[in-house]
């Protein structure tokens, strides 16, 4: 009997904790959602509409932190997608990026960062379980602006492109000796047990319901045209 009502009680409980779980993935991806859509509604000083169309991959890292009293110390969670065989976006995996050059250009506090994978090289060094931005992957500030220019065009043929938005400024910036590495947990907590991130960024898994805004703003900002 008292068994029976212990259940009873555990599934019950099973929804709202799920809900809970769901809340929480749903606000750090709407964040994101947010970030990209307010840099590209930047009117002249968005990312060039010709990096995100020719995107392998794209992530997203709102409120970068940087530590002041230790010195050299940034960390930030964040989501990254990658186009499947058919061109559209896979679900998000999440990601934690920590270090780099970054703090010095951003200075002390929070910080929104967005990084574009241009090529097949870089979004291998995703699918591993760590990467380093200038030893396992070069990278370049991006380029800002709608408009295709000489500089645009040198992007397109970088490997990851980066950029950061701290106080309403928005610049290109450099992510050199940034790490970034899967985080297990919450991928597992999203997909299930045993979910690696080049299995989410090959598609295997459909996105979650907490990921419907950021799934909208990527198709709507960098939908690949053909030719």
């Not at 934690?96 to 060094?125: P, Y």
């Not at 000796?177 to 597992?188: H, K, S, Y």
Request: glycine share 12%; net charge neutral.
């Amino acid at each position: 009997m008292k068994q029976g009502i212990l259940l009873s009680i555990l599934l019950a409980a099973a929804p709202v904790f799920a809900a809970k779980e769901d809340a929480k993935y749903a606000k750090h991806m709407d964040e994101a959602a947010g970030v990209l859509t307010e840099i590209m509604n930047a009117k002249d000083q968005a990312i060039p509409e010709e990096l995100l169309d020719k995107a392998h991959c794209i992530g997203i890292v709102p409120n970068l932190k940087r530590a002041g009293f230790i010195v050299g110390a940034k960390f930030g969670k964040g989501l990254v997608s990658c186009r499947t065989t058919d061109g559209a976006w896979s679900a998000p995996s999440v990601i934690r990026i920590e270090g780099g050059s970054i703090g010095l250009q951003i200075g002390a506090g929070e910080t929104d960062v967005v990084f574009v994978v241009m090529n097949q090289k870089g979004e291998e060094q995703l699918m591993k379980d760590k990467f380093t931005v200038g030893a396992d992957i070069s990278g370049m500030a991006g380029p800002v602006g709608r408009s295709a220019t000489a500089q645009t065009d040198a992007a397109m043929r970088a490997e990851i492109v980066s950029y950061s938005r701290s106080r309403g400024l928005f610049a290109g910036i450099s992510l050199d000796g940034a790490t970034m590495r899967p985080d297990t947990d919450d991928n597992e907590d999203l997909y299930g047990s045993g979910a690696r991130q080049s299995e989410i960024l090959h598609g295997k898994f459909a996105p979650p319901t907490a990921a419907k805004m950021l799934m909208a703003t990527l198709n709507r900002y960098s939908v690949r045209k053909s030719g």
